[in-house]
Every structure is written in structure tokens, then in C-alpha cells.
């Protein structure tokens, strides 16, 4: 859960650091005053997109830092360990995202920089961040079958009861099913779209069969030998300088061995310096190292010399190889225009042209191969979507009736709510996607006697605010994730209902974390933290402060929510019987959740 925030320079807020609990976190305050900045900022700390608007003005950089304890999201642990990130002994995440104005910010995980990507891998199980205007999302009939399958695909873990499927798929879960039909769908286009390309225009085949067989014949007859481009370059060069090699290995051979002109060899040369420097060093044994390092530069010479003569014997003047070496290098390279830049790469072409050939000229048993494996992976998926379907309608049953009871308990006893699945009047492996083939769509009626409609043809604000929270409460569990954040959940209620919300937020509250902004002093009343959010000026700057308040604080700020600007004695002592009732109420909750 949340321990902690900082949040610096960040729109209004000049400086401000919150301590979170556990249970119900509220926050509260006028209109405008910078509520659902400091959510914006939690939303920031969690990887969510930003910009350099956030910078307060006149400062060139945001900053906002979390402390996230870890001990109930293992998957966020596990998440980061994979981006090499460590967790300490106490199981304490630390989260700090700089924003600056230039564009240049920085994000650290426990001191480790990360880029965004991996801050939103490893944030995504910590918190699950509801904003007031989400809810609209719940107009759009294709997020339902995402959040049904959401809440099917964990029943056994959640309610310990599977859902009954077919006997060839018993001990698969809905989200299993959905992933095996994913995996065999993907096969199947595979398959179709091969088979699409042989079953093509038989002339334009005809023509690629030609080609390849021209090119394979081509390649194959070019007797292509990894390395022989190297070694052919490399006689190249011998054969195109032979005269001048022989010529310099002449010239040398002559100067160390014969002498030219009259003038002394080298051999002969260094011969007589070494018998004069042996006469000398009898009259001075110091010259013993000068007479031995002429010794060897004259045996040097001397095998030098040989070399020379063998190797004038070697070289040969050879036209005709000459040019054979220029011809297969000539064709070398013509033949790498077309198929590769090395002969590498020209037989890696030779090798795959020569298995599509043979493709196209078995391509009668292919297709007839391809066919019959279309229709298996077809009747596969047949047999998948309809299991789906299946386990969706079921799923869809439970969850009707789960957030039916939701409703109920937000004071709305006579609505009905249904999930409607719809399958194809005629399924076939055609119409199946990596989803299956269904259609899923929120269905509803606020009161008896009135059919059911689509969400977006009668929902009001206030209704459609507690169908999320219902639908919240219900996939809280299914994620199991240890904290969810409300921005206004409670927009457009009033009255008993507003005192039902709150009871419901305190009831999620009861073994999770919650943080909730809100305008309702039913809600705030519930609250295990509660927290005032307020504007002021000063220096000609507008600035959000946020606080923590006591009994009297909290006293004060629920009189003022009951009451307007004016707080009375009377509101004063609705808002402290509220806040009593409220404790009450949480402790028989708590009490309620314990005995279970």
C-alpha cells in the first residue's frame, strides 16, 4: 500500500508531504481547491503520462516521491526483481519521478534509474486508480467483455467456485480458455494465409515457379564454395603482380647472394666483417658480441638468399590462370547483384528459394495438407469459442446477480442488472477472433416493471457512479490489488444513497487500502485518515495546502460539508453525531468481516 507521498513544485502545490494508513484515506475541500491534483500526482508517481505543464510556474522542475510498502502486491516484488531493481529487508519501495520543464526528467526505483516502461510494470499491481470520469468507459459496449471475462477468470480462486465447462476442458478457468483460444487462433490464420498464397492467381504462381527455377539452376551451376571469393582475391593478386615479384625477388636474391656490378654480395660482405672482427677480438674479447650478432645477420642473409631462389622458381607468369580467376570473379560478382553481398548469404538465398520451389511444385498436396489442417485448428476453435461462450454465460449469471447485491447495498434494492452474452445465429471457426465470437453487454433497470437497457440509453450520473463502485468492489477482489484510489466516485448522489456509498467504500476499506476524494460528508464521516484540501494566496502566488485533521479538524471540516462556508453549532454537532454513527458503523463491520 501507499505510506507516503511528497509532492514538489508540482500545478498549484508549492510543498506538501501525506502519510497514508490503511483503510478508508479521505480528502476533502472546496471546490477547485486541488483534491484530485494530489491524485494526479499519485497517477504520476505510478508511471502515468505527463508533461512539463505540471511544473508550477516559475519553477523548472516537479518533483514527486512515493513509499510504497510491498508486503501485499508480490507481483509488483516479483516485477521489479525481473528490471533488476532490489527491494529491501522491509519489503519498501521508493518512487521518485522528477518532471522538468526542458523535458529531461528522471524516474528512480529504490535509487535504480528506469526509464517510464518499466516503472509502469512495475507499479501495475500496486494501485488501481478509478478517475471521476471513468465511469463513461462503462458506455462502451466492447469494455464488457474484458471486465466480464476479468471477473470470470478467477472464480475458483476467488469464490472456490469453478465454472462448469465442457469435460474436455475441466480444470481450465475462463481466462485458461481465452488464452488456449488465442494460441490456436493465431495458428489458424497462419495457416489460412498460407494457404491464401497458394491458392492465388494460378498464373502469377506459375510465373514465381519459373523464376525460382531459373534462379536455383543459375546458383547451382555457379558451384558456390564458402571462402573461395577470399581465396580467388587472393591468387588474383599474385597472378596480376607475378612479373614484379619476380623481378624484386631476382633483384634481392642477386644483391645478398651474387653481388651486382661488380660490388661486393651482402653474404660476402658480412663474411669478411665477421673473419675481421674474429682477428680483433683476439687483441679484445669485447668485441665477442658485435662478431656474434654479424655471425647471425650473415646466416640470416644467407637463408634469406635461398628463400629468394626458390621462390623465383614459384612464381610463375600464367595469362590463362590469370584470367579464369577474373572470370569466376566476375561472375561472383554479377551473381551477388542479384542474390547476396557474400557467397554466405548466396547460398543462405539458394536454400530458401529451393524450399519454396519445392513448395510451389507440391503444392497440390500442400494445399490439401493446409486444408485439412485448417479445419482441425477450425473445429478446435469451434470447440474453444463455444466452451467460452459457455463459461460466459455462466460467469455472466454470477455476476449479474454479484453486482445486483452491490446495489442493493448502495440503496438501489429493485435495480437488475444483467449480462448479455451473444453468440453468431450460426458460429463457425470463421467468425471467431482471439476473443471468441461473442458479444457481451451491460444491461440494466433501475426500477421494477422496466425492462432492461443498455447502460448508455438510461443511466444518470449517480446511478452510473454506483454501478463502477459495484462493479470496483466486485474486481477489487478478483485482482486482489491492495489499493484503490476513488476520484468523486460519489459524483451526482445524494441523500441515503450517499450514506450507502460510504458504507461500501468502508467495507472495501476493511482489508485494503482506499483512497477516496469526495464532496460527501456521509463519505468523509467513515473515514480511517482524513485529510483537508485548501487554496491560499500569499505573495500574490496561489498555493494548495493539504492536512491531516484531528477529531476537532475533522469535526469542523464535516460540519462545513453539511452546512456550506458557515459552520454552526448545529452543524457542528450533525457532523460529531455523524462521525459517531460512523464508528459505530465501522466497528460492526469489522466485527461482521471478523466472525466470517
Known amino acids: 500500500m501507499l505510506i507516503e507521498i511528497a509532492i514538489e513544485q508540482f500545478a498549484l502545490i508549492d510543498h506538501v508531504r501525506l502519510q497514508f494508513t490503511g483503510g478508508l484515506n479521505v480528502l476533502t475541500g472546496e471546490t477547485g481547491a486541488g483534491k484530485s491534483i494530489i491524485l494526479d500526482a499519485v497517477q504520476a508517481v505510478l508511471g502515468g503520462r505527463t508533461s512539463a505543464d505540471v511544473v508550477r510556474a516559475g519553477e523548472e522542475r516537479a518533483v514527486v516521491e512515493a513509499v510504497f510498502d510491498l508486503v501485499d502486491a508480490p507481483e509488483s516484488a516479483e516485477a521489479l526483481r525481473r528490471i533488476g531493481v532490489e527491494v529491501d529487508e522491509d519489503g519498501l519501495l521508493v518512487i521518485r519521478r522528477e518532471i522538468a520543464r526542458n523535458g529531461r526528467g528522471a524516474i528512480r526505483l529504490n535509487g535504480r534509474t528506469v526509464t517510464a516502461g518499466m516503472l509502469r510494470e512495475a507499479a501495475q499491481g500496486l494501485m488501481d486508480l478509478h478517475g471521476q470520469h471513468e465511469h463513461q468507459s462503462l458506455l462502451q459496449a466492447e469494455k464488457h467483455l474484458d471486465l466480464l471475462d476479468q471477473y470470470g477468470g478467477s472464480l475458483l480462486t476467488t469464490e472456490g467456485k469453478p465454472l462448469e465447462l465442457l469435460d474436455r476442458y475441466a480444470g481450465l478457468d475462463l481466462s485458461d480458455l481465452r488464452a488456449r483460444l488465442a494460441g490456436v487462433v493465431q495458428r489458424l490464420h497462419g495457416v489460412q494465409a498460407e494457404l491464401k498464397g497458394l491458392l492465388g492467381d494460378e498464373r502469377d504462381r506459375a510465373r514465381r515457379e519459373d523464376l525460382l527455377r531459373f534462379q536455383v539452376e543459375e546458383l547451382r551451376a555457379a558451384r558456390l564454395r564458402p571462402g573461395e571469393e577470399e581465396e580467388l582475391e587472393a591468387e ?34 658480412l663474411g669478411r666483417v665477421r673473419s675481421e672482427l674474429e682477428d680483433a677480438m683476439r687483441l679484445d674479447p669485447g668485441l665477442a658480441e658485435a662478431v656474434e650478432m654479424v655471425s647471425a645477420a650473415l646466416v640470416h642473409a644467407q637463408e634469406a638468399s635461398h628463400l629468394l631462389a626458390d621462390y623465383q622458381e614459384r612464381v610463375e607468369l600464367d595469362p590463362r590462370r590469370l584470367a579464369e580467376v577474373e572470370a569466376r570473379l566476375d561472375q561472383l560478382a554479377t551473381l551477388k547483384r542479384k542474390y547476396g553481398d557474400s557467397v554466405e548469404e548466396m547460398l543462405a538465398y539458394l536454400a530458401e528459394v529451393d524450399k519454396e520451389l519445392e513448395r510451389l511444385e507440391h503444392s497440390q498436396e500442400l494445399i490439401a495438407e493446409l486444408t485439412e489442417q485448417e479445419a482441425a485448428l477450425g473445429r478446435e476453435a469451434e470447440s474453444l469459442a463455444a466452451a467460452l461462450s459457455a463459461a460466459r454465460r455462466e460467469a455472466a449469471g454470477r455476476l449479474g446477480e454479484r453486482v445486483a447485491q452491490e446495489l442493493a447495498d448502495l440503496g438501489m434494492p429493485n435495480a437488475r442488472f444483467v449480462v448479455a452474452v451473444e453468440s453468431p445465429a450460426e458460429p463457425s471457426y470463421r467468425s471467431v477472433t482471439a476473443r471468441g465470437w461473442d458479444r457481451v453487454e451491460f444491461l440494466f433497470s433501475p426500477n421494477p416493471g422496466e425492462p432492461v437497457k443498455p447502460l448508455a440509453k438510461i443511466v444518470s450520473g449517480g446511478e452510473m457512479s454506483r454501478i463502477m463502485l459495484a462493479l470496483k468492489a466486485i474486481l477489487a477482489r478478483v485482482d486482489n490489488i491492495p489499493s484503490l484510489v476513488f476520484d468523486e466516485v460519489d459524483t451526482g448522489i445524494s441523500g441515503r444513497a450517499a450514506q450507502a456509498v460510504g458504507e461500501k467504500l468502508a467495507l472495501i476499506a476493511g482489508d485494503r487500502q482506499v483512497l477516496c476524494v469526495t464532496h460527501l460528508p456521509q463519505v468523509a464521516a467513515l473515514a480511517d485518515r482524513h485529510f483537508r484540501i485548501e487554496k491560499a494566496t500569499e505573495g500574490g502566488r496561489t498555493t494548495t495546502r493539504c492536512q491531516p485533521l484531528d477529531d476537532d479538524g475533522r469535526a469542523e471540516e464535516i460540519a462545513r460539508m453539511i452546512g456550506g462556508a458557515e459552520v454552526s453549532h448545529y452543524t457542528m454537532a450533525a457532523a460529531r453525531d455523524m462521525i459517531r454513527a460512523a464508528e459505530q458503523l465501522k466497528a460492526s463491520l469489522r466485527q461482521a468481516a471478523a466472525s466470517l
Open 236 to 269: 588474383h593478386r599474385l597472378l596480376a603482380n607475378a612479373e614484379r615479384l619476380k623481378r624484386v625477388a631476382a633483384q634481392s636474391y642477386a644483391a645478398l647472394y651474387e653481388g651486382d656490378g661488380g660490388r661486393e654480395s651482402a653474404v660476402d660482405l
